[in-house]
């Protein structure tokens, strides 16, 4: 079982800043992918940020050039830097991460969720 706490969202302004962080801990052998979704209010949940093993990242379209995604390898740690936020940005976060368990299955997580929300 692994298990993913996420920390960091809150209300911000409009081009303010917020980080979020992820921290995955349990039976993990190795990680493909860790990253973060968002479900904003009455839509579906969309990608936001992704980065593979070898330090490949994706991002939507709506987030290039704002959001950064990174990694803390030795910690299971996957973070990400959002700057000058929008009220579009306006949803709940989850992240994810895509890993082998020590029986060799590979199995996605998902972490509780954590409210962003861009208002003035």
């Known amino acids: 079982q692994v298990q993913l706490v996420e920390s960091g969202g809150g209300l911000v302004q409009p081009g303010g800043s917020l980080r979020l962080s992820c921290s995955a801990s349990?039976?993990?052998?190795?990680?493909?992918?860790m990253g973060w979704y968002r479900q904003p209010p009455g839509k579906e949940r969309e990608l936001v940020a992704s980065i593979i093993s070898g330090g490949r990242t994706n991002y939507a379209d709506s987030v290039k050039g704002r959001f950064t995604i990174s990694r803390d390898n030795a910690k299971n740690t996957v973070y990400l830097q959002m700057n000058s936020l929008q009220p579009g940005d306006t949803a709940v976060y989850y992240c994810y991460v895509d890993y082998v368990d020590y029986g060799r299955y590979r199995t996605t997580s998902w972490g509780q969720g954590t409210q962003v929300t861009v208002s003035s």
């Open positions: 349990g039976s993990i052998f190795s990680i493909n992918a």
